[in-house]
């Protein structure tokens, strides 16, 4: 049995344990998470020798098996009074994240045209078995709850099975999703709290906040009026045009003004800093490709996410908190694109950050403090531009910036 082979059955065996659930009530499941933390940081490599990768076995635990018991210890900490949320999310990174690596790795043929790593069969594996398991699960820990418990903020959603299965495998594609963007973020980080936060966000969703929309003539209008601009410019290539139409009508729709001009702001920026210098980065092999014009691909990895938070500032009653997570979206993709491209110029001693080692310049996963600075100045200058379009307060610049 190869190494790999190792890590992805020790990552998907622990959701048997999501059975538990059922059973325990929240400082028994916290306890249990605790023993899952245990796990990863000291017993992992006692009980399942074999399952590190080399940079692994040099610190002595891995980082995504700590990380696994760390966030079901979180998603616990967030819904434990909603168990079956729990038991949905981690049935989703369980199931969902490892099948989609076997796979991927194994049918994998066709790659998805926004991350070359990830792959269509993959990423229905991801939804399937990922789905699948959330539906049983959150409905066999929803046995042990009352379907009318107190929620946050007072809402409910009936439990019934047809909003576990429509729920579950909806769940399923919303975290596929983001599992398929090539972000510098762990999966156990960002499926399970996609995961979780999408399950709450389902209970709390009214339809009556669409009398809230904004203009789509509006909507329709600006964007394409942009969007043609932006493709004369060649800043960015066709599919890049469509991409970022659609995700640009959508947020106008849903947050008016205010949220286009923030994914503007983050496009302008984005845009300026992958040509500035070209040619120096084409020289060192660190440019952007297809001379800095952006396809679909840099659509739906950077405005995904807010996407999805400005829909969800739409549909529910709690706006604010999702238009925060929204402007953190854009202001973090804006950090990443900035500290990168101009990091590859002005930074003079890049270190890889699993290591604290200098490297080359373009080293994938090397940071600068120039860079990093450049980046936290733009990320602020997305938090202060929010707030004066009213979209955040004062005091959440600061939750802004640390996203």
């Not at 020790?10 to 929240?26: G, Q």
């Not at 699993?354 to 994938?364: A, F, H, L, N, R």
Request: aromatic share 14%; charged share 10%.
């Amino acid at each position: 049995m190869t190494s790999e082979t190792k890590r992805k059955i020790e990552h998907i065996v622990p959701v048997v344990f999501v059975i538990l659930l059922r059973y325990l009530n929240t400082w028994q499941a916290l306890l249990f998470a605790f023993t899952g933390i245990m796990y990863g940081l000291f017993l992992s490599r006692m009980f399942v020798k074999g399952a590190f990768r080399e940079y692994e076995q040099e610190k002595g635990f891995s980082f995504g098996k700590l990380i696994y018991g760390i966030m079901v210890f979180i998603l616990i900490l967030l819904f434990y009074k909603k168990m079956y949320i729990v038991a949905g999310a981690w049935a989703i990174m369980s199931l969902g994240d490892g099948c989609s690596n076997i796979f991927g790795k194994t049918y994998g043929k066709r790659k998805l045209p926004w991350n070359p790593e990830k792959s269509w069969i993959g990423s229905a594996a991801f939804v399937f078995f990922g789905g699948l398991g959330a539906v049983i699960l959150m409905w066999w820990v929803s046995l042990g709850q009352s379907p009318a418990q107190t929620m946050l903020w007072q809402m409910q959603t009936p439990l019934t099975w047809s909003y576990f299965l429509i729920c579950g495998f909806l769940t399923a594609l919303v975290a596929a999703g983001v599992e398929s963007l090539p972000l510098k973020i762990n999966d156990n980080i960002t499926v399970p709290l996609t995961a979780g936060l999408f399950l709450y966000a389902t209970t709390i969703i009214t339809w009556e906040q669409l009398d809230n929309a904004h203009s789509i003539m509006a909507a329709l209008i600006i964007n394409i009026s942009f969007g043609l601009l932006a493709y004369y410019l060649k800043t960015v290539s066709k599919s890049g045009l469509i991409g970022g139409v659609v995700v640009g009508i959508i947020i106008y729709f849903c947050l008016g003004i205010g949220g286009f001009l923030i994914l503007f702001t983050f496009f302008a920026l984005g845009s300026w800093s992958s040509k500035h210098k070209y040619k120096w980065k084409a020289s060192h092999a660190v440019a952007q490709e297809n001379r800095g014009r952006r396809s679909v691909k840099h659509a739906v990895a950077k405005g995904g996410v807010g996407l999805v938070m400005a829909i969800m500032a739409l549909l529910t009653n709690i706006p604010e908190i999702f238009k925060i997570a929204f402007v953190a979206a854009f202001a973090t993709a804006t950090f990443d694109t900035i500290s990168s491209e101009l990091g590859q110029i002005y930074g003079k001693k890049p270190i890889l950050i699993t290591s604290m080692k200098s490297v080359p310049i373009g080293t994938d996963g090397a940071i600068s403090i120039e860079g990093t600075i450049l980046g936290v100045a733009s990320a602020a200058l997305v938090g202060a531009e929010a707030y004066l379009l009213h979209l955040i307060s004062l005091s959440s610049i600061i939750i802004v910036v640390i996203a």
